[in-house]
């Protein structure tokens, strides 16, 4: 199947390198993310859930890269830390990685990278996310955390950065440096507010990165973080989401961009409509089914819409004209939402560094 391939990067994580899986938990959260699927795997999440469960103080971290744009394959991770940040009423931190994005050459100039910070957060804020409960770590502008960085590195040796993200010896040294930060912006919260149970959402990619500062946790006297491993999902051709592929939807796409990508969607129809009416098609590995069932729909709306497209009631050119009429409403509301960001909560939300 065209999402076999995705499917094992989280079946790996498990087999291979010591994840647990969600299922395995009791009592999850009632929310769409657990019950669909899009949680797969996990390290400690049921300590995460207990201390919620008896009020301990509880933050998420949730860092993004100053390159990219919301688009619909962060909306499971976005969704999840909402939340909780909605139920429970805890903090959110949001690091996003302005330094990363110029070391790693996805951005031009330290510039570049700090005004894309500054358009993700006033984003973010029209997701949803609460300017009185959110952080934004940008690291041009909260320069403190790297006094953390600098106590967090004399943990962590060159061979380890190389056998983890497959670095070179003619890679710039920021590039090695970085996981240092990473780690910093990931144990802030108990660093800094003496929040020891926190959790971070990551896709299964991005793991071993995570493991990187579990290891410094212990070897530093702070407590590991949480982990929650998201389900890959495919992109709108049924690969892995790239943004040199073009195969995602973003979140500052227009109407006409959306109906197009969905248009090109990789589908689960057959050729013709005589031929898709008397065999039926394959919902399974139909992208438009798939955003639809995991994003749109409710159990019961998901059922009647694969049974139908598998019987050849319900067309490819339908089900992709029900992501669009979906999508482009979505996207819409959140784009107005933009426009109307407080410039007072935007400041509010973005750390800045303490003066005495």
Not at 282 to 305: G, T, W
């Amino acid at each position: 199947m065209i999402h076999e391939e995705l499917s094992m990067s989280n079946e790996k994580l498990v087999r291979e390198f010591g994840a647990t899986p969600i299922s395995h938990i009791k009592d999850l959260p009632k929310f769409y993310t657990f019950e669909k699927n899009l949680i797969h795997s996990h390290r400690d999440f049921d300590k995460f859930l207990k201390a919620l469960k008896n009020k301990e103080k509880c933050a998420i971290v949730s860092g993004f890269n100053a390159s990219g744009t919301i688009h619909l394959g962060h909306k499971p991770v976005f969704d999840t830390n909402l939340y909780f940040q909605k139920e429970y009423g805890i903090p959110v931190f949001i690091p996003i990685s302005d330094d990363e994005s110029y070391v790693a050459g996805k951005v031009e100039t330290q510039e570049e990278a700090l005004k894309n910070s500054l358009a993700l957060a006033k984003e973010l804020l029209a997701y949803g996310f609460d300017p009185h409960k959110t952080y934004f770590i940008i690291d041009q502008i909260y320069t403190n955390i790297y006094n953390l960085a600098i106590k967090l590195s004399t943990k962590v040796n060159l061979s380890e950065i190389k056998a983890t993200y497959g670095y070179e010896n003619d890679d710039n040294i920021g590039l090695h440096f970085y996981p240092t930060i990473q780690a910093a912006h990931i144990l802030f919260p108990q660093h800094k507010f003496g929040i020891k149970n926190t959790l971070v959402i990551i896709g299964p990619d991005e793991d071993a990165h995570i493991r990187i500062c579990r290891d410094i946790a212990s070897r530093m006297g702070y407590e590991k973080p949480s982990i929650l491993h998201s389900t890959f999902m495919p992109g709108t051709d049924g690969a892995k989401m790239s943004k040199s592929k073009n195969n995602a939807l973003f979140f500052n796409d227009d109407k006409k961009m959306i109906i197009n990508k969905i248009g090109k969607a990789f589908s689960g129809g057959q050729k013709t409509i005589e031929e898709h009416r008397k065999i039926g098609g394959n919902p399974e590995v139909d992208v438009s089914c798939l955003y639809l069932s995991k994003y749109f729909l409710n159990e019961k709306e998901s059922k009647k819409l694969f049974e139908d497209y598998r019987k050849g009631k319900l067309l490819s050119g339908e089900v992709k004209k029900m992501l669009s009429d979906n999508l482009t409403k979505m996207i819409s509301e959140f784009q107005e939402r933009v426009n109307k960001v407080n410039k007072k909560d935007l400041d509010k939300a973005i750390m800045k560094n303490e003066t005495n």
